[in-house]
C-alpha cells in the first residue's frame, strides 16, 4: 500500500519539494549516523548486458531493541482510525516485452475433463481474516498475506496483523496494527509505517518476522521495519530493528528465509516516483537478528538500472537445507523485449567479510512467449455488475509472491507465478525451475492456465513435500463477482498441467467500486511445517458492491494421500495425449511398500551450551539413526555459527556418531545463536538436518 495525499499525487505538491529537501539532508547525515559505508566489489547483469556495481552497500539498523509482548500491547482505538482513503498506484514499471504467441497454454482437453470432473479437494478449514478498515488504515487495497507456524497462522495486511489458532481457525491475538509492534520504537517504524506488509514464519528458527515499509510524512518511501519474534508464539516479545536504506523511493519489498539471511527485493524509483531506477537485492543479517543484537544489512550499491526486471527472493519450503553454503537465489520477471527468460542471480553475502559479498547473474534460462497483461492501463480485469471503469488491475509486470524454493536432495526447486493475456482473458503463467543453486538452471515445467473465459490472476504458488504442486488466485468476469479459486497438480500428473483441476475457495458476492482500480497487490500460498502437506492461502474478496469494504478469507487444503517424501519422483514422464478417463492416474489411498528405504535421521545433545564470555569450546555430540538398513557414512556439517567461532567433526563422514567442537573466540559477540548441522549420506544422497544452541554469556 502506498500512502495518498489530499492532492492527486503526494511526489507533485510543493509540501514535498520541502520534505524531499529535508529527506536529502537526511541522508547525508544518515552516512555517520545510520552506519553507511561502501567497499568491496559486486557485479549484476542485466537481463540482456553485464552492470557492473561500484562496490557492496552496508547498512546498520539504526536502532534495535525487544518489544513488549504483543499480548499485552493495548489494542487499537477507533480514534486512530485515519480518514478513508485510496492507496497510492504502484510506480509502473516500464513496459518493454514483445507479445507473442503462447505455446505452453494447458491443453484444451486436460482443462475440459478437470472442469467437469475436478480431483482437487475442497478446504479443510476456511475462516474470515481481518476485514476493512482494517487496523486504523481505513485504506484500500489490503494487500493480503499470511504465514503458518507450528501452532498458529498469523495474517497481516495494510496496516493489521491477527494470530489465529491453525487447528480451530479462532483469533488468538487482535487484530492489532502493524505499528503498535514498534510501540515505544521511535522514528517511522512507530509512527509514519506505511503497509505493503511481508508476514513470513523462520520454519528453521522457529521465528515469526513481521515487516513494513515507512518513510517521512509527504516523502518518498525510506525505511524498512522488521520484527522478529524471540520464541515461536507470535504474540509474545519481537526483536526489533529499523533500517534506512536510502533517499529514493523504495517499493514493492517482498522478504524471504535463507540460512545465512533474511533477502528482500525492492523495485526502486527516484525520490518523486518519476522514474524506474532498477530493482535492487538486500541481505539481512538473519543470525544477528535472531540473538537481538545490533544488524547491519548488506546490498549492491544502488538498483541495477531501468532495464532490469524487478525480481523475487526464492523462500525456503521444507525440513532440508540448500546445499552447504549455496548462495541465495532471485529470479527474475521475463519482460525483456527480445529472447525473454527467467533471469536467475546469485547473491553471496559475508557479513564477516561485506567486501567479499556478491551479486552476480547465474543463468538465464528462456521463458515461453505471452502476452503481457494490462501492459497500458490499470483497469482491465471485469467484475460483475460493474462499468469498465471499475475494471482492476491486474498487475502484469513482476512475479507475484512468493518465489518458492524447495530442495528435493536430488534437486531443487523454484516455482512461482505470474499473471499474463491468453485467450482475450487473464490467465497464471506458473513455472518450475530446477537446480537454482548449483545449475545447470532449467525450465523443468511452465504453463498458462486459461481453461475458460474467466479472468484468473494475482497467484500465489507453492509445492508440497512430495512435489505436489498448488496455485491460488483470484478469479472474476462481467457475470461473476471476484471469487478465490485454487488449482493443483500431483507430482505424477502429466508435466506442465495443472491435473487435478480448480476448486472454489470463496467466491466473493459484491463487486469492487473506485479505489484507483486496485486489488491488492499480491496474496500468499503457504505450507504448514508440520506435515509439509497443507497449504494455507489467503486472498481477499467483496460481500457486497462498494469502495471501501473488502474482507479477507484464509483456508487449508491438502493434496498428499500419506505422509510427505523428502524424494517425489525427479523427472516424471509426461504423458504424449492426456488420457480420457476423468478419474487421476494417482491412487488416493498409499500402499506403503513392505520394505522402507534406507534412510537415517540426526539428532544432537546437549540441545544447548554456554561458553564463558572470554571464549572457549562448546562440546555436542551428534547422532545418526539408521532406518531401513541404511549403512553408509554421513558427512556432517554445520551452519549458522556466529563470527569468531568454527566447528569441527570427529570423525567425519561418521558412522554412527560424531563429536561436535565448536570453538569460540573473545571476539564473538555475547548473544544466543541458534545452528544447524546437516548430514549426508546414502546413494541416492539423502540429507538430514537438527539444530541446536550456542550461547556466549555475557559475563565471565
Not at 185 to 210: K, Q
Request: charged letters at 10%; proline letters at 10%.
Amino acid at each position: 500500500m502506498k500512502r495518498k495525499s489530499a492532492a492527486e499525487s503526494a511526489f507533485f505538491s510543493p509540501r514535498f519539494l520541502v520534505g524531499f529537501i529535508l529527506c536529502l539532508i537526511g541522508a547525508v547525515l544518515a552516512l555517520f549516523g545510520f552506519g553507511l559505508l561502501s567497499g568491496g566489489s559486486a557485479s549484476a547483469q542485466g537481463p540482456n548486458q553485464n552492470q557492473a556495481s561500484s562496490g557492496v552497500e552496508v547498512g546498520a539498523s539504526y536502532r534495535n531493541d525487544v518489544s513488549p509482548p504483543m499480548r499485552d500491547v493495548p489494542p487499537w482505538a477507533a480514534a486512530g482510525l485515519k480518514p478513508q482513503h485510496e492507496a497510492n498506484e504502484n510506480p509502473k514499471v516500464p513496459y518493454r516485452h514483445t507479445d507473442s504467441a503462447d505455446p505452453v497454454i494447458q491443453k484444451t482437453s486436460v482443462s475440459i475433463r478437470n472442469m467437469v470432473a475436478p480431483s482437487v479437494p475442497s478446504p479443510l478449514l476456511n475462516f474470515d481474516g481481518i476485514l476493512f478498515p482494517g487496523v486504523g488504515c481505513n485504506c484500500a487495497p489490503p494487500d493480503t498475506n499470511g504465514a503458518v507456524g507450528k501452532t498458529q497462522y498469523v495474517q497481516i495486511v495494510n496496516e493489521g496483523y491477527q494470530v489465529f489458532d491453525k487447528a480451530t481457525g479462532n483469533s488468538v491475538l487482535g487484530p492489532n496494527s502493524i505499528s503498535s509492534v514498534w510501540t515505544g520504537f521511535g522514528g517511522v517504524c512507530e509512527t509514519s509505517g506505511s503497509g505493503d506488509p511481508v508476514m513470513l514464519y523462520d520454519h528453521l528458527a522457529d521465528r515469526w518476522v513481521i515487516t513494513q515499509f515507512a518513510g517521512a510524512s509527504g516523502g518518498p518511501i525510506t525505511d524498512e521495519c522488521v520484527a522478529v519474534s524471540t520464541t515461536a508464539d507470535a504474540t509474545g516479545t519481537y526483536n526489533r530493528y529499523g533500517f534506512h536504506l536510502g533517499s529514493n523511493f523504495f517499493d514493492y519489498p517482498k522478504l524471504s528465509v535463507w540460512p545465512d539471511a533474511y533477502y528482500m527485493s525492492m523495485n526502486v524509483f527516484n525520490a518523486t516516483g518519476t522514474s524506474y531506477l532498477g530493482p535492487q537485492a538486500f541481505a539481512f543479517n538473519r543470525a544477528k537478528m535472531l540473538a537481538g543484537l545490533p544488524a547491519t544489512f548488506i546490498s549492491p550499491t544502488g538498483p541495477l538500472g531501468g532495464s532490469v526486471d524487478p525480481f523475487l527472493p526464492a523462500d525456503i519450503d521444507g525440513p532440508t537445507l540448500p546445499p552447504t553454503g549455496a548462495p541465495a537465489t532471485f529470479v527474475g520477471f521475463p519482460g525483456q523485449a527480445s529472447n525473454p527468460n527467467y533471469t536467475t542471480y546469485h547473491f553471496h553475502v559475508d557479513f564477516a567479510t561485506p567486501a567479499n559479498s556478491t551479486f552476480t547473474t547465474f543463468a538465464t534460462p528462456p521463458a515461453a512467449g505471452f502476452t503481457a497483461l494490462c501492459p497500458t492501463t490499470r483497469s482491465c480485469v471485469p467484475q460483475a455488475g460493474t462499468s469498465s471503469r471499475d475494471n482492476l488491475d491486474g498487475i502484469g509486470d513482476r512475479l507475484m509472491f512468493r518465489a518458492a524454493y524447495r530442495n528435493f536432495g536430488t534437486y531443487e526447486s523454484v516455482v512461482s507465478n505470474y499473471s499474463v493475456s491468453a485467450g482475450g482473458v487473464a490467465g497464471v503463467r506458473w513455472f518450475e525451475l530446477r537446480n537454482v543453486t548449483a545449475g545447470p538452471v532449467t525450465v523443468f515445467q511452465e504453463s498458462t492456465y486459461q481453461p475458460d473465459t474467466t479472468w484468473r490472476w494475482m497467484g500465489s504458488a507453492a509445492m508440497d513435500g512430495q512435489g505436489n504442486l498448488a496455485i491460488g488466485f483470484s478469479a472474476s468476469s462481467s457475470t461473476i463477482n471476484p471469487q478465490l479459486r485454487y488449482a493443483a497438480r500431483l507430482a505424477t500428473d502429466p508435466l506442465n498441467t495443472l491435473g487435478q483441476g480448480e476448486a472454489h475457495l470463496f467466491d466473493g458476492t459484491g463487486s469492487q467500486t473506485g479505489t484507483s482500480n486496485r486489488w491488492g497487490d499480491y496474496s500468499a500460498l503457504v505450507i504448514d511445517p508440520v506435515d509439509d502437506a497443507t497449504f494455507w492461502y489467503t486472498n481477499e474478496y467483496y460481500s457486497g458492491n462498494g469502495s471501501f469494504n473488502w474482507r479477507t478469507r484464509i483456508a487449508s487444503f491438502k493434496l498428499a494421500s500419506a505422509a510427505p517424501t523428502p524424494t517425489p519422483t525427479p523427472t516424471p514422464v509426461p504423458t504424449p495425449t492426456p488420457t480420457p478417463t476423468p478419474t487421476p492416474a494417482p491412487t488416493p489411498t498409499p500402499t506403503p511398500t513392505p520394505t522402507p528405504a534406507p534412510d537415517f535421521s540426526l539428532s544432537i545433545t546437549p540441545s544447548s551450551v554456554t561458553v564463558p564470555r572470554a571464549g572457549g569450546t562448546a562440546s555436542y555430540t551428534v547422532t545418526i539413526a539408521p532406518t531401513g538398513g541404511f549403512n553408509s557414512p554421513v558427512t556432517l556439517s554445520v551452519s549458522g555459527l556466529p563470527a569468531g567461532a568454527t566447528g569441527s567433526f570427529n570423525p567425519n563422514p561418521a558412522p554412527s556418531s560424531s563429536a561436535l567442537t565448536i570453538t569460540v573466540s573473545s571476539s564473538t559477540a555475547r548473544g544466543t545463536y541458534p545452528f544447524t548441522v546437516t548430514g549426508t549420506g546414502g546413494s541416492p544422497p539423502a540429507t538430514r538436518t537438527t539444530t541446536a544452541t550456542l550461547i556466549k554469556a555475557a559475563r565471565k
